[in-house]
């Protein structure tokens, strides 16, 4: 029977952090990814930054409220620009501590990213809490329909959907479609490569195709996701070491200009606009374990969400008092919306 794929679940790092609060923190993860940099690396970035010799880097990185941040993802994007549009040859505007700046900024987010991946399923004490919330939310996205739209850099849904064997009552399983037309639920919108022409025709309605499929939108990147200079092409392939030909797909950035970097990177603009699409004819939008700092994803809901759909806020218990009604009034602009705090964000099974 086809499903109207009517509700929409948005997911941020909240979950990774009731899972792990120290792997799933952003600052671990930003002194991830300078422990990975090269010592030359490192000084080119301290340098560019004009950092202290009193300031460790990752005192200047570690708030995402950081114009450092800012000003690192911009030399990155422009950087990148002319190299794609120099392809293989030498351009007078690209010195070499320039391309060493860049890359080493791309090493450095890519990493970041990574972190979020590095422990292996079952490696922590409260994954079978994950285990439990991950088969339930598969139970209500099979029955019912429905797109999931992830903030957070891990993949902890998407490879459990991807590889895991999820027993449903019906002997049915879930998981994710990589390009291909099987009978399968999800889809994150392209197989092992795409490139700008087919990402200008990823249909912002799955429906008209796949009737049976909703969206998995990763809105703000992966480590998954490269670019080649020169081609276009985004590849999706496993981990592994960071490699200086590819530029990743992440957004690592101040709060206020997360959505500049997102119009600029072809990938993430069109999970954004299908994000926005989305939102038009959700019924129910579930909000899991979000701090409401996105300026960008505050306007899209404020501006696309159904008007008749309902808001379902679930953030746990401790943040109850900080995260209260008028908290979100003044994020979203909204009325109709209802708050919930478990104990944990993988306590909620009120699908």
């Not at 019906?170 to 390009?179: E, F, V």
């Not at 309605?205 to 081609?231: A, E, M």
């Not at 981990?239 to 709060?255: C, K, Q, R, S, T």
């Not at 746990?316 to 104990?343: G, V």
């Amino acid at each position: 029977m086809q499903k109207k794929r009517r509700a929409l679940i948005f997911i941020a790092n909240g979950l990774g952090m009731a899972i792990d609060h120290i792997q799933y923190d952003i600052k671990i993860g930003i002194r991830y990814g300078i422990e990975k940099l090269e010592e030359k690396e490192k000084k080119c970035i301290e340098e560019f930054l004009s950092c202290p010799a009193t300031t460790k880097l990752e005192t200047l990185l570690e708030n995402e409220q950081s114009n450092d941040l800012a000003y690192l993802n911009m030399i990155s994007m422009v950087t990148g620009m002319i190299k794609k549009t120099s392809g293989d040859k030498k351009n007078a505007l690209i010195s070499d501590s320039l391309i060493l700046l860049s890359d080493s900024i791309n090493k450095f987010i890519f990493y970041v990213a990574k972190s979020f991946n590095k422990s292996e399923d079952g490696q922590c004490d409260k994954y079978n809490l994950f285990a439990d919330f991950a088969n339930n939310l598969a139970k209500y996205i099979y029955n019912n329909g429905a797109h999931v739209v992830t903030t957070n850099y891990d993949d902890l849904l998407y490879r459990y959907f991807l590889k895991t064997d999820i027993k449903l009552d019906n002997g049915n399983k879930i998981k994710i479609m990589q390009g291909r037309r099987d009978r399968t639920y999800l889809a994150d919108g392209f197989g092992q490569e795409l490139n700008r022409d087919k990402l200008n025709k990823m249909k912002l309605n799955i429906y008209d195709s796949y009737p049976n499929v909703g969206w998995y939108l990763h809105l703000h990147g992966s480590s998954r996701f490269y670019s080649k200079y020169g081609s276009g092409i985004v590849n999706k392939k496993d981990f592994g070491d960071y490699d200086e030909a590819y530029v990743p797909h992440v957004i690592l950035n101040h709060f206020d200009l997360k959505k500049f970097q997102i119009n600029v990177n072809p990938l993430l603009n069109r999970y954004f606009c299908i994000f926005k699409e989305v939102l038009k004819t959700t019924d129910v939008l579930y909000i899991l374990g979000y701090s409401g700092s996105d300026s960008h994803i505050n306007d899209a809901i404020k501006e696309d969400m159904n008007k008749k759909g309902k808001i379902i806020i679930i953030n746990r218990e401790a943040d109850k008092e900080r995260m209260n009604k008028k908290f979100w009034e003044d994020k979203l602009k909204l009325l109709n919306f209802e708050l919930i705090y478990p104990q944990s964000i993988l306590d909620f099974n009120d699908w």
